[in-house]
């Protein structure tokens, strides 16, 4: 008797914008090679559109193209969200788990504000909730920190996971232009969006480092969570200053355990030029993890693209189809701790203060005596006569670990203090 045909692995597709096309396309090319990776066959039974007779991409077979998304999502063992936004991509999974569908998604947005109620839908569904393309596009990231390093202990993760604040920054830093020009150039080459808030601002990079707080730390992390400052105050000053003292600026997306619990913070910080986050140019991203027993990884690779997100998104639609195709499921989400997440105060780190003092004897103890009082020791001191104007100089003063809170009470009397005209800027130092 011939072996039956295993059933076919039922897919709908929400969405084929940039990452959708690409994964209907690879779905489409590697067909055979796929299901013998599944044992089973993957069809795409359909492709939720809200306009089944807009134009599309050719590689969208329009004979797949549905309005009727019910219908669509009752019909299917598997859902990929590639839509993006909190509504109607929320409901729609929501609905794909009730109606016992697993689901792959790699919506940053919507698991960073809804991801304990949609992880708590698929384990009481008892279907999977993938997401690998969430965090880093291309990057295999969530499932080596969830499943590689099961049995170890995450002490940090510092991550670039924005191409679009990286290749800025890495503009200003190699070819010395400003920020508004390197902006307009990675609008005008595709990496910025027109509206570039949620990137500038590290709305982007905090939905993923709540992600990737809650992946290291077996707890949720919520959004509000997350301490979020982006990249549009970076002047070129601060770009040239990181350089003399053989930093370069990056976004970093930063979750690192503190005494009595774990900071999850989003902020530009100048990193040593001999730490490898410092080599990631152009719209690449680079996830550091130290690790207790592993000690320090390095993953990295293109953050964003249609084909290379779609990379992603195929690699869990393979691991979930596995699962429907033998009867089983993945690894639930463990959130078993209860770290509290405490507030950017408790973070503790090294700081850089550029400061435009006046020329003249004294100042320098002055300063030295406000820091003293905080309790805030100095490590270097570089002063350069004349970079502030006539009369001035730039006072650029490099401090020991200190909390954040005591930091923040120093810089308010450095304001206030004769001996500083003005604080010119003062970036966190990551990576040392
Ligand atoms: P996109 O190009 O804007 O495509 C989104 C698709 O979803 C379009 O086909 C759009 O249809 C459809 N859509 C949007 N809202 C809809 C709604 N309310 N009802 C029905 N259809 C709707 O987006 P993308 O860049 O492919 O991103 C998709 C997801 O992947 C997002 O969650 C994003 O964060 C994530 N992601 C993207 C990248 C990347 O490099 N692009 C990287 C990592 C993760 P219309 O064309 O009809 O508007």
Redesign the pocket.
Known sequence: MPASTPAPVRIAIL??????TQVVRLLTEQAEDLASRVGAPLEIVGI????TA?ERDPLIPRALLTDDVDALIAGADLVVE????LE?ARSFILQAIGAGASVVT????LLATHGPELFEAADAANVDLYFE??VA?AIPLVRPVRESLAGDQVQRILGIVNGTTNYVLDEMTTRHLGYDVALKQAQELGYAEADPTADVEGHDAAAKAAILASLAFHQRVALEDVYCEGISAITAADVAAATESGHVIKLLAIAERADGGVTVRVHPALVPLAHPLAGVHGAFNAVFVEAQAAGELMFYGQG???AP?ASAVLGDVVSVARHIATGGKGPRESNYAVLPVLPIGAASTRFQIRMNVPDRAGVLASVAETLASKAISIETVRQQAGAAGPGCAELIISTHRAPERDLESTVASLRESAAVNSVLSVLRIEGE
Do not use: E, H, I
Request: aromatic share 4%; glycine share 30%; charged share 10%.
């Open positions: 969405g084929p914008g940039t990452v959708g939720y559109v809200r306009d807009a590639l839509m993006g936004g109607p790699a919506n940053k947005a393309a969430a596009g964003a693209g249609g997100t």
